[in-house]
């Protein structure tokens, strides 16, 4: 996006403000012993104030539903959920250790590792699940095989079940210089991977392509970075300045410059936020599986 200044504060108010009077989730107090998935968790959490989009709210309270949560690493979805929703069965399914490190005694949760890189049919009968889940993993996968697994977890949902996919672009709105720089060198980089750094334009195509989804339905929620407009906004770019720190091993190199210079550039995107007034745009896409 282009580097101007331009005062998005309305159009984020639009997005944000409608649902203060009536929170659901409290803004999220900073625990410093979260690491970066379990504050992207809450982030989330509280910009969207729910957990999902799908329409399922009431169903997923029935005794033995069944739920699949893929791919949010350490983040607190499942465990959330399975507290909220005691009646409904959950499996976790990621190929982080982190969640075997993270597992609880929630007798509705089990956490299963599986490894994404590999290809291989899920783990689990056709028609098995309620509702799918899936968290920030289509902007970690090669497309074609984001698509493999899609129509895998479509196989896995039963008739009249949904899938649900959320995701952000590694693009945002009113960057400044160093946002450009480093957001193109990161689109670079993970298009160097064969993995599509602005996927979410493509989640309902590929929902759609399945031929097995009706009712596909994407939603989009604007945030801002830094303190310029809502509060939440500083948690958010707390969570991207985390993800530029861990991302440092790889891309100082990739970019050709050293760790000092990338540390200096993540400062300089630190202070740019406020100034070009940068925001964020996240998406959910869903769709009911054909009965």
């Known amino acids: 996006m282009g580097c101007f200044v331009s005062k998005k ?3 984020i108010d639009d997005t944000l403000e409608n649902s203060r009077a009536n929170e659901k989730f409290p803004f999220p107090r900073r625990n410093n012993t979260w690491d970066r998935l379990t504050l992207q968790h809450y982030l989330f959490r509280y910009i969207w104030q729910s957990n999902f989009s799908s329409p399922v709210q009431e169903s997923i309270k029935n005794e033995n539903v069944k739920i699949l949560d893929v791919g949010s690493g350490s983040g607190p979805w499942a465990l959330e959920m399975a507290g909220e929703f005691p009646n409904a069965l959950f499996t976790k399914l990621d190929s982080s250790k982190t969640s075997q490190q993270n597992s ?4 509705n949760l089990i ?11 899920l783990p689990f009968k056709d028609s098995t699940f309620d509702f799918i889940h899936v968290g920030f993993l289509a902007s970690e996968l090669p497309e074609k095989q984001f698509q493999t697994l899609v129509n895998e977890l479509v196989r896995t949902l039963k008739p009249g079940g949904y899938l649900e996919i959320m995701d952000v672009d590694f693009q945002g709105g009113n960057e400044g210089p160093s946002a450009q720089r480093l957001m193109s060198s990161l689109r670079s980089y993970y298009l160097s991977r064969d993995i ?11 929902m759609k392509s399945t031929k097995c989804l009706d ?6 929620t604007l945030h801002p970075l830094g303190d310029w407009d809502e ?3 500083e948690l958010a770019l707390l969570n991207w ?5 861990d991302l440092k091993p790889v891309m ?9 210079e990338y540390r200096n550039l993540i400062q300089e995107f630190k202070h740019e936020v406020d100034i070009f007034q940068t925001y964020w745009i996240s998406t959910r896409v869903y769709g009911r599986k054909i009965q």
């Open 215 to 220: 009712n596909v339905t994407g939603q989009k």
């Open 231 to 233: 509060k939440i906004g």
């Open 241 to 245: 300045l985390q993800m530029l720190n």
């Open 111 to 121: 956490i299963k590792d599986y490894d994404f890189s590999k290809l291989e049919p």
């Open 9 to 11: 504060k309305g159009l």
């Open 196 to 206: 599509n750094p602005l996927i979410t334009p493509k989640l309902e195509p590929i």
């Open 252 to 260: 100082a190199p990739f970019m050709g410059i050293s760790d000092f």
């Open 104 to 107: 609880t005694t929630l007798p």
